[in-house]
């Protein structure tokens, strides 16, 4: 399986697509620092005008961790349109290259085939997201440095230094299961067809029509919305509150690993049952 699961990824990362999602973060995240980094204390005033007539504020407040969780705010709803490039392409590129026969005339099972191009799909997620995580956190402590964390929500909380980098952490970790419910459903949809542009526009058209039934106000669209993925996918802004409503994270991570199996299980079942004699 390690094999199988390294040709994998070896077959991911030569194909340009690939680094799509990686340019992409390296480019915005540090032009986010920079223009903070050129504002200089214009962009304190600008972060915290609305408090700063009823708060007196001490303190690197414009630090990293404020940076980072802008920056995890603002780029988290694009990332799923990242993913979806190399989801997308994870069977549908094989029958475009006409690599389906050599495929399963190996000497492994298709079960074997499915689930090592799943756990590369997962690896390849993972690493997206380590990368925004070194892209906004790392290089936000390293131009900024340290400091409590100012969070946003219904109401306002300040973190003490001490109290932040590990929510970073769950945060991620969290976003990296987020962004697998998005990638699996691309596998998928990449299983039922011979040309990746399909999948990535199918699940690209999910993602959106889910987003826009969550926000819409009307009965039958609050009576499925808790059932959407899209409705879980952001769980990872329950650690910036406190204190963190862990039977709400814990919710959301289970509709979310309910969603991959479902996803995954599928894709293995039609995987199984495809004539590649046709």
């Known amino acids: 399986m390690l094999s199988l699961i390294s040709i994998e990824l070896y077959k991911i990362f030569k194909k340009w697509r690939t680094y799509i999602g990686f340019i992409a973060i390296g480019l915005l995240a540090p032009l986010i620092h920079l223009s903070f980094y050129l504002a200089g204390e214009r962009s304190a005033t600008f972060a915290f005008r609305n408090l700063s007539d009823s708060f007196i504020f001490a303190g690197n407040l414009l630090n990293g961790y404020f940076i980072s969780n802008l920056i995890l705010q603002s780029l988290f709803v694009h990332i799923p349109f990242l993913v979806v ?138 009576t499925i919305r808790p059932y959407l993925f899209t409705n879980h996918i952001a769980g990872w802004s329950y650690f910036f509150e406190d204190p963190v409503d862990y039977s709400k994270v814990l919710k959301d991570a289970g509709v979310l690993a309910i969603h991959i199996a479902v996803f995954y299980g599928a894709a293995l079942y039609i995987f199984s049952k495809k004539d590649i004699l046709s």
């Open 85 to 222: 490039l190399v989801g997308g392409d994870l069977l549908a590129g094989e029958a475009t290259g006409g690599t389906y026969r050599m495929l399963v005339t190996r000497p492994v099972s298709r079960f074997e085939i499915i689930t090592a191009k799943f756990i590369a799909a997962v690896i390849y997620t993972a690493l997206l997201i380590l990368w925004l995580a070194i892209m906004s956190l790392g290089l936000g402590l390293l131009i900024f440095g340290s400091g409590p964390l100012v969070a946003f929500k219904t109401k306002i909380i300040i973190f003490a230094a001490n109290d932040v980098l590990w929510r970073f952490m769950a945060a991620y970790a969290f976003a990296i299961l987020s962004m697998t419910v998005v990638i699996t459903l691309a596998f998928l949809f990449s299983s039922l067809v011979e040309n990746a542009i399909g999948p990535i526009v199918s699940t690209m058209a999910v993602i959106i029509i889910f987003f826009i039934i969550s926000v819409i106000d009307i009965d039958f669209f609050n």
